[in-house]
């Protein structure tokens, strides 16, 4: 019997019940980073359909708003409304060091309440600086990587966003109405926030896509997209394995949002050294996506300073065929991965981040254990390997053969090496072995992948 049938039992002796309402919001976390800049940093105007926790460790920064110049010292937290304009740079100091989290939430009335604050600099004693103050030092410092126990990061994290959450919404809670601006910049932007969350449902829907492009045929259903004629694909990769690991990647990602949504509805999933932009295009002729892409790597290169390289997927009439678009974008990269690529870095682990970097770097050599990787990190080989598993899905050994056979693959394609070259580059000391494990993942020997890329 199901609790539903034995709700309503005993109701003969009740003298008086009551129900809350049902209850269901979402948040949302994104690009929240620690940073620290010497003398001349400047950050240009922008804006963003979310809100913005800035609080200053060390030194001055000047935030100018709407003209309106803010000048925080360390202690000062300024709360920036969503759609508010502004930029930032540094004051009358050497360095400074800043923490700094984008956030949104779905809940009318609690949005309303925040919004209703504006765009506001806090001081270091202030009531709500206070309170906050000891879960922004502490995402400070687990985003800073020093957090000395990586195995409770990722409690930590959610912990201390729910208590500024929680926070926040008290300290407006407690504003009288008739001090509650509704009004004040960026307060009232349902429109905007409607369209932020548009977004995020249909960015989870090409990031689930790229975790897994065999679902592609399932996409073929128009209504599940905006309106649009043409859709069209193409992936950027910053080859510095070390940019993945710092903010600018938040930067990149918003770029190429802000570049492409001129031409259309446009969404870019992150992955593991990649951006992928999809764009859904209305109009009836083909979108030129090339010169789009062109002038969208120009803009990266010149914002970032770093080399971007560009796989162009191509345009199609149908959803369905994004899985090809996607795939050819990879191969024009010299990616043509036998594995999906990796989840977002964003939401991962710091120890599982780590262990995935050093693999990156270590891959070649043959004595790379999960032992060996859990000593570094100051862990237990059956910890490591669990987080691994709770964190992306996949074994450290599913990992550590996936960039063997990736980097195998692109010294078949791009070099004259031998097979047993190969084996030994990629960390297989037994190159029969590192044959069978190729077959295994590719599907074919590395003799017959190389005679087919030949012909490609």
């Given at each position: 019997m199901s609790w539903t049938s034995e709700a309503g039992g005993g109701r003969e002796f009740n003298l008086g019940q009551y129900a809350l309402p049902d209850l269901r919001f979402s948040f949302q976390m994104c690009g929240a980073h620690w940073r620290k800049v010497a003398s001349g940093w400047s950050y240009p105007p922008h804006d963003h359909a979310l809100f913005e926790l800035n609080y200053v460790r060390e030194g001055q920064q000047i935030t100018r708003i709407g003209g309106e110049p803010h000048i925080q010292h360390p202690g000062e937290l300024l709360l920036l409304a969503p759609g508010c304009r502004h930029e930032s740079r540094i004051g009358k100091s050497n360095t400074i060091t800043y923490f700094c989290i984008h956030f949104d939430i779905d809940d009318?009335?609690?949005?309303?309440?925040?919004?209703?604050?504006?765009?506001?600099?806090?001081?270091?004693?202030?009531?709500?600086?206070?309170?906050?103050?000891?879960?922004?030092?502490?995402?400070?410092?687990?985003?800073?990587?020093?957090?000395?126990?990586?195995?409770?990061?990722?409690?930590?994290?959610?912990?201390?966003?729910?208590?500024?959450?929680?926070?926040?919404?008290?300290?407006?809670?407690?504003?009288?109405?008739?001090?509650?601006?509704?009004?004040?910049?960026?307060?009232?932007?349902?429109?905007?926030?409607?369209?932020?969350?548009?977004?995020?449902?249909?960015?989870?829907?090409?990031?689930?896509?790229?975790?897994?492009?065999?679902v592609g045929d399932l996409l073929s259903d128009r209504s599940l997209f905006p309106p649009f004629n043409w859709v069209g694909l193409f992936t950027v990769m910053v080859p510095d394995r070390a940019f993945w690991t710092k903010p600018d990647r938040f930067l990149a990602k918003m770029l190429l949002e802000d570049a492409l949504s001129g031409f259309g509805t446009s969404v870019v999933a992150a992955g593991e050294q990649l951006l992928t932009a999809v764009l859904f295009a209305d109009g009836y002729s083909v979108p030129p996506l090339e010169e789009y892409a062109a002038d969208c790597r120009r803009l990266l290169e010149r914002r970032l300073n770093e080399?971007?390289?560009?796989?162009?997927?191509?345009?199609?009439?149908?959803?369905?065929?994004?899985?090809?678009?996607?795939?050819?974008?990879?191969?024009?990269?010299?990616?043509?991965?036998?594995?999906?690529?990796?989840?977002?870095?964003?939401?991962?682990?710091?120890?599982?981040?780590?262990?995935?970097?050093?693999?990156?770097?270590?891959?070649?050599?043959?004595?790379?254990?999960?032992?060996?990787?859990?000593?570094?990190?100051?862990?237990?080989?059956?910890?490591?390997?669990?987080?691994?598993?709770?964190?992306?899905?996949?074994?450290?050994t599913w990992h550590l053969t996936?960039?063997?056979?990736?980097?195998?693959?692109?010294?078949?394609?791009?070099?004259?090496?031998?097979?047993?070259?190969?084996?030994?580059?990629?960390?297989?000391?037994?190159?029969?072995?590192?044959?069978?494990?190729?077959?295994?993942?590719?599907?074919?020997?590395?003799?017959?992948?190389?005679?087919?890329?030949?012909?490609?």
């Open positions: 009318a009335v609690m949005y309303g309440r925040i919004a209703s604050l504006g765009s506001s600099l806090f001081a270091a004693d202030s009531e709500l600086t206070t309170k906050l103050q000891p879960d922004l030092e502490r995402l400070s410092r687990l985003s800073g990587g020093e957090e000395e126990e990586p195995s409770l990061e990722s409690f930590a994290i959610r912990a201390s966003i729910l208590r500024i959450l929680l926070e926040l919404c008290q300290y407006a809670f407690a504003l009288p109405e008739a001090d509650a601006d509704f009004s004040a910049p960026g307060g009232g932007q349902p429109e905007a926030a409607r369209l932020l969350r548009e977004r995020y449902a249909l960015e989870k829907k090409m990031q689930d896509f790229l975790g897994d492009p065999d080399t971007v390289r560009l796989g162009i997927g191509g345009v199609a009439a149908s959803p369905g065929e994004l899985k090809s678009l996607y795939h050819q974008s990879l191969g024009r990269l010299g990616l043509n991965e036998p594995f999906d690529p990796l989840p977002n870095f964003d939401f991962m682990n710091r120890a599982v981040r780590l262990a995935l970097l050093a693999i990156e770097s270590d891959y070649a050599d043959p004595e790379l254990t999960l032992h060996k990787l859990s000593l570094q990190l100051k862990l237990t080989p059956n910890y490591l390997s669990a987080l691994f598993t709770a964190e992306t899905g996949r074994s450290f996936r960039i063997r056979i990736n980097r195998a693959c692109l010294l078949l394609q791009q070099t004259s090496l031998k097979v047993h070259q190969v084996a030994r580059q990629t960390g297989y000391a037994d190159p029969a072995y590192f044959s069978r494990s190729f077959k295994a993942a590719v599907g074919c020997s590395p003799a017959a992948y190389r005679a087919k890329a030949s012909e490609d």
